[in-house]
Structures are given as structure tokens and as C-alpha cells.
């Protein structure tokens, strides 16, 4: 079956620098989410992307977060300036039709801002 | 902004009994997806319910969508070890999916 693939799995860093988080959405979909959840709590939506541009962002998705869709196949999550409360678990998702239906999440990357 | 409230946080069964979580929104809802996520791992899609007062099954689940399209549940019968995890309910609001703060089944030792 297809999946939502990411890495790293985990990802230690210091506060005030910038990390990339990546994904390859499902390949045929499309529709491509970032959320997050700060251990085991609450899943928080950050941006949906589609047709090579942003649909939708939070209040959480501020000047520090950028998304992009380099190629036909990764799209990634950038935080220029980490900060301590960007400590979380990221998932990348994917919908293959229709907004908000049916996403499938990848695994994960952990992020830690120290 | 929109919220859809998940009750309850927890909840601690036997092996064996059955397990309930509910939704609730304020505002009537165009659908309601389920999503579970077992310790450690990612979100996974359920089910998606549309119509009002729609009751579907998938083996021993059950999710129901309220007459009024505001509220929602699941219900487990005869829970079993693989069924642990956190449910959640999520809700199309304003071109964003917003979450219920889940409910995590446990099963007692």
C-alpha cells in the first residue's frame, strides 16, 4: 500500500537554527498537510498545499515556517529560527482528491529544540 | 474560532468491555472523519461520516453522526489489545481540519 514517507525519524537541534523536515507525499495525491503534536496531545494544523502553492495556513504557521515542493515528489517544512516551543512531532499528510478528506499521515519526525 | 469538544480524555476498560467516545461541535458540521493512533505512531483514517443521523460499522465499530449533524461517537464493542490507542475526531472548519483532543483507550492489565 502507499505511504507518506518522512525524515529524519528524529531531529536534535539547537534554538536559533533552522531545520528542514521532509516528506514525499503519496504520488497520485493531491493535497499536502503539515500538522504537529506536542507529545501525544492535541494534532495541530500548520499549512495545506496545493497545486504548488499554500491553501491554508494557522496562526501557528508564522514568518518562521516555510513549505515547498522542490520537485515532483518531496515537500518540506522549513523553520528558519527554532525556537524551545517548537519541540513537537511533525507529521506530513496527503489527500488524494478532496481538502481535508481522508489523509494519510506519515510517521513522523521528531523535533528537538534545545 | 471553531472547536469540537472530545469527552472523555480517558478512558480505562477491561478486556472485553466496550469502549465510547464522543464529539460534540456547536455548529453544524458538513462531515466528521475519525482517525485512531496507536502509542507512538501516526494518525490513521477510520472513517468519514456525511449524512445526518448516519450510522456506519466496521466490524466491531461503530460511529454515529447526530441528527443535527453536530454531534458525533464511536463506540468499540468487546474491546481487545489491539484496539489501544488514542481516537480522535476531526472536522472540516474554515478550509482547516480541527482536531477533538482525542480519547485514549487503555486496557487494564
Known amino acids: 500500500e502507499p505511504e507518506v514517507t518522512q525524515t529524519p525519524s528524529h531531529q536534535v537541534t539547537q534554538m536559533g537554527q533552522e531545520v528542514i523536515l521532509r516528506c514525499v507525499p503519496i504520488?497520485?495525491?493531491?493535497?499536502f498537510y503539515w500538522y504537529r503534536q506536542i507529545l501525544g496531545q492535541k494534532v495541530e494544523f500548520l499549512v495545506s498545499?496545493?497545486?504548488?502553492?499554500?491553501?491554508?495556513k494557522s496562526e501557528i504557521f508564522d514568518d518562521q515556517f516555510s513549505v515547498e515542493r522542490p520537485d515532483g515528489s518531496n515537500f518540506t517544512l522549513k523553520i528558519r529560527s527554532t525556537k524551545l516551543e517548537d519541540s513537537a512531532m511533525y507529521f506530513c499528510?496527503?489527500?488524494?482528491?478532496?481538502?481535508?478528506?481522508?489523509?494519510?499521515f506519515g510517521s513522523g519526525t521528531q523535533l528537538s529544540v534545545l | 474560532g471553531q472547536q469540537v469538544m472530545q469527552i472523555p480524555q480517558y478512558q480505562h476498560v477491561q478486556e472485553g468491555e466496550d469502549f465510547t467516545t464522543y464529539c460534540n461541535s456547536s455548529?453544524?458540521?458538513?462531515?466528521i472523519q475519525w482517525y485512531k493512533q496507536r502509542p507512538g505512531g501516526h494518525p490513521v483514517f477510520l472513517i468519514q461520516?456525511?449524512?445526518s443521523g448516519e450510522v456506519k460499522k466496521q466490524k466491531r465499530l461503530t460511529f454515529q453522526f447526530g441528527e443535527a449533524k453536530k454531534n458525533s461517537s464511536l463506540h468499540i464493542t468487546a474491546t481487545q489489545t489491539t484496539d489501544v490507542g488514542t481516537y480522535f475526531c476531526?472536522?472540516?472548519?474554515?478550509?482547516?481540519?480541527?482536531w477533538g483532543a482525542g480519547t485514549k483507550l487503555i486496557i487494564k492489565p
Open positions: 455548529t453544524t458540521l458538513s462531515n
Open positions: 499528510a496527503s489527500s488524494e482528491e478532496l481538502r481535508n478528506e481522508k489523509l494519510f
Open positions: 461520516l456525511v449524512k
Open positions: 476531526a472536522m472540516d472548519s474554515n478550509y482547516q481540519l480541527i
Open positions: 504520488s497520485n495525491h493531491l493535497y
Open positions: 498545499f496545493y497545486n504548488n502553492e499554500i491553501s491554508e
